[in-house]
């Protein structure tokens, strides 16, 4: 079994920072892509980054230039730095990655976490 445990969700003015993690746990022999996602009410969950097992990122469009993710791979976590924050950002966020658990690879969710912005 492998658990995605986020924290560092919460409420914010336009203009502030957040920095989420997401820590995996349990049979791991590794991991590959680390990714997080959003979900605003109403819409689709969208890609907002991802990041190699090299260290290789990339970024939507719209997060470009405010966000920052980055991976501890000895802690088997990634983060997301988040700054200059505006109300669009609110959404629920979800880490991703996809583990190497010996034989095959599991396509791992975290529960989300609540960002909210306030203008």
């Known amino acids: 079994q492998v658990q995605l445990v986020e924290s560092g969700g919460g409420l914010v003015q336009a203009g502030g920072s957040l920095r989420l993690s997401c820590a995996a746990s349990?049979?791991?022999?590794?991991?590959?892509?680390m990714r997080w996602f959003r979900q605003a009410p109403g819409k689709q969950r969208d890609l907002v980054a991802d990041?190699?097992?090299?260290?290789?990122?990339n970024y939507a469009d719209s997060v470009k230039g405010r966000f920052t993710i980055s991976r501890d791979n000895a802690k088997n976590t990634v983060y997301l730095q988040m700054n200059s924050l505006e109300p669009e950002d609110t959404a629920v966020y979800y880490c991703n990655m996809n583990i190497d658990r010996g034989s095959w690879r599991s396509n791992s969710w975290g529960q989300g976490t609540q960002v909210t912005v306030t203008s």
């Open positions: 349990g049979s791991i022999f590794g991991i590959n892509a």
């Open positions: 990041i190699a097992r090299d260290g290789s990122t």
